[in-house]
């Protein structure tokens, strides 16, 4: 086995794992994002780094979604200091692209164990990595879209729309909720917000995802693929958000019609 599962906010079972004595590295995103949004409880990333240096284990944090925390991510904003931080594609607008950084420690053990000369440099920069196009998207991403001002633009529209998105679900009676992170918002089939990827998948509603999914396109508004899911972005007004919650509201209120 080369891999053990730890339930999210679980640090119990994280312990468990780590106590066999052979983890070299937790690899995880503060935030899960890909079940959904799920937050971690309080506390809960600090007592995982805390466990992580226990037990001689590296910490890998993924920011490429929780970026949207705000600049730096949710690094950052909360003071974590993972032995690794890695990012994808978000730090590139989208186009395929992706870094990493380590602390000076560690940088330090892996130079003791590869030599420069030794260096497959035609996987760093050759046709497959490292081109131009990611380049100038990297340096157009954080020049004008992951900086302070940018998020200090986008940060009051993701809370109006997920504030709208609230005060429809309360109108309408539905049994659901929404979860904010940074400029990210989502709603979900649960009355309150899940705090394991079990519980997540559990909320989850397929045919009624794809109802809204196409309903809203037709209504001029385009979620992500999978969940229901809103990003805010440098070019958002409070307009497009009010016509939103307008369209949102417009749906609820047709799911909810007594037959």
């Known amino acids: 086995m080369t891999t053990r599962v730890v339930e999210f906010n679980d640090l119990t079972a994280m312990e468990l794992a780590l106590k066999m004595g052979d983890v070299a590295a937790i690899l995880m995103e503060p935030a899960m994002t890909n079940v959904g949004i799920v937050l971690p409880e309080q506390g809960y990333l600090n007592a995982v780094q805390e466990l992580a240096k226990k037990y001689g284990t590296l910490l890998i944090i993924d920011e490429t979604h929780t970026i949207s925390f705000g600049p730096g991510g949710m690094t950052a904003g909360l003071g974590l200091k993972p032995d690794f931080l890695t990012i994808g594609k978000a730090i590139g607008s989208g186009v395929p692209t992706g870094t990493f950084g380590m602390t000076q420690e560690v940088a330090n053990q892996i130079s003791e164990f590869v030599k420069l000369a030794e260096v497959d440099t035609g996987g760093v920069g050759g046709t497959l990595a490292g081109n131009a196009l990611s380049l100038a998207a ?88 999978f969940h229901n899911m809103a990003l805010i972005c440098p070019d958002t007004t409070k307009a497009d958000v009010d016509a939103h919650t307008a369209a949102f509201r417009k749906m609820c209120k047709e799911l909810t019609i007594a037959p």
Not at 142 to 157: G, I, N
Not at 167 to 194: H, K
């Open 138 to 225: 990297m340096r157009a991403t954080l020049s004008e879209v992951l900086t302070d001002a940018a998020y200090s633009k986008m940060q009051p529209l993701a809370d109006l729309w997920a504030d709208g998105v609230e005060e429809v679900i309360r109108e309408c009676n539905l049994p659901w909720s929404v979860n904010r992170l940074g400029i990210r918002a989502e709603y979900i089939f649960n009355t309150r917000a899940p705090r394991t990827g079990r519980e997540a998948a559990d909320s989850g509603d397929f045919e009624l995802e794809q109802l809204i999914h196409l309903y809203l396109l037709n209504e001029g508004f385009l979620l992500t693929p």
